[in-house]
């Protein structure tokens, strides 16, 4: 199949993903917590977001893409965040991911609960470019993830902090979803339904959680697998934590998950380099703020030499923009690449990288802008939320 002339847009690789999946697969990766109000309020506060286009000058005909993030330049201002059981979606995604945005000269962040392991994708990509971790109540078991993160290469660790309690999304109870997948009647039948995910998934052996299989405990049965990752789990992250983190990893540090402007504050203070500010896809809290509109508040907390990624929702280059003129330096996309290795296989998070670069392009081209930094120039300043 053509994929570029019928998927075009992340949208059509949406639609397209429901019958790429097994079920289970498609409600955890496209689902939110409680009734999905956040879900929809990421989407709305982006498109409620108007840039107003200067047409009168010849100067952004050609306009430079390129971003400086932590001291290295990236051909786009985005990248792809970090996101576990990506496997679900595709055999070996993370590896392709990684390969992708290599290719494309962006970053990518491998998530502590991916199902490839720092090892497996420096040997896929050469290196880990970004791990994510989540802190455990086992400071020996961080450690050594550091440093095998370090041995794997990564620049930075993202410490996420946003999952303080147990989040039980109702359509992964409905489906049952554990990781390896139980083969009950139920999932058996989702996954028959889906007979090229099922052939490809076959061929590479079941998803398992590769970086943190090394801990787990020897003969840990299934059922009994989601308590141990919840136990395992620190519940708030305090700021010491965060500062033990800074003292114990000597590459670029990054705090996920915050939308309050204080505690952005706090981690500048204590050595942390950059915030993700983040409701985690809609997926944590449904009261959250969403990234786009706690943003101005954000740089006016940390001011302008402090680095601010943003994500939640962002589909489109359009929203890339969009979320650089609210204030954020860079911008992470998660279940948009998820939706291209799913209905692509191999090449989606290509396919997803060359959509979105050609169309932040086209949108910096319409409105008149010639480098990344000078986006927030052209946010319409009367309907700013
Ligand atoms: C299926 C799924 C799994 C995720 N897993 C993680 C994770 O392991 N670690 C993490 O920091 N964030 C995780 N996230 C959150 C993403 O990093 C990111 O904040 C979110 O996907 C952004 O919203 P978007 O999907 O609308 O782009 C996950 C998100 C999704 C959709």
Redesign the pocket.
Known sequence: MNYKKHYPSVWDLEAGFEKAVPKFAFD??VGGIGDEHNLQD?LDALKSVKLRPRYLSDKANHPDLSTSLFGETYSAPFGV?????TGLTWPKAPEHMALAAKKHNLPF?L????TSSVEDIQKAAGDCHWY?Q?ATIDNEIDLDMLRRAKAAGAKAL?I?VDIPTNTNRRKNVQNGLSVPPEFSLQTLAQILARPRWAMATLRHGVPEFRNIKPYMPKGLKLSELGSYLNDLIEGHVSIERVKWFRNNWDGKLMV??LLDPEEARLCKAVGVDGI?V?N????QLDAAETAIDVLPLMRDAVGEDMTLLA?????TGLDIARMLAKGADFV?????F?FGMGVVGNSGADHVATILKEEFRATMGQIGCSAVEELSEFLVPNLAR
């Not at 985690?280 to 997926?283: A, D, K, N, S, T």
């Open positions: 955890y990766v990421n965040a970090p996101v576990g059981l962040a998530s502590g609960f991916s994510q989540y993202i996420t996920k998950g993700v983040s985690h896809g809609g997926r994500d939640g929702g962002v589909r992470l996309l998660g279940r948009a998820m």
